[in-house]
């Protein structure tokens, strides 16, 4: 697992592993980047579809409950696939900017 930090956000990234333990490794790594914006690159995973997705809504719904942005980027799931509690973009740069848009929201008190 790679994580790389830009600012306040912290971009998880995964090589070559399967679902279950790439959740399992994060789950173990939460305490490292629980006070960060959480990108979950997972350009890397050849498969996925709507109900993998869904695996990281625990953790998705823990992590906006502290007041956080939590963000899944994959091209092979659309965001009207997977329920509005859980945040999926096709890029990078659309996940930065959702990121941005929950900061000025939280700033604003909205």
Known sequence: MIFDKDGNTTIVYQEKIQLPSFLDN?????????????????????????????????LSNKHKADGKSFVIVTNKVAYDEVPEEIMVTPTLQEAKDIIEMEEIERDLGL
């Open 26 to 58: 994060i789950n173990k790594a939460y305490d490292k980047v629980k006070d960060d914006n959480l990108i979950l690159n997972l350009f890397s995973f050849d498969k996925l579809n709507a109900g993998d997705v869904l695996e990281f809504l625990e």
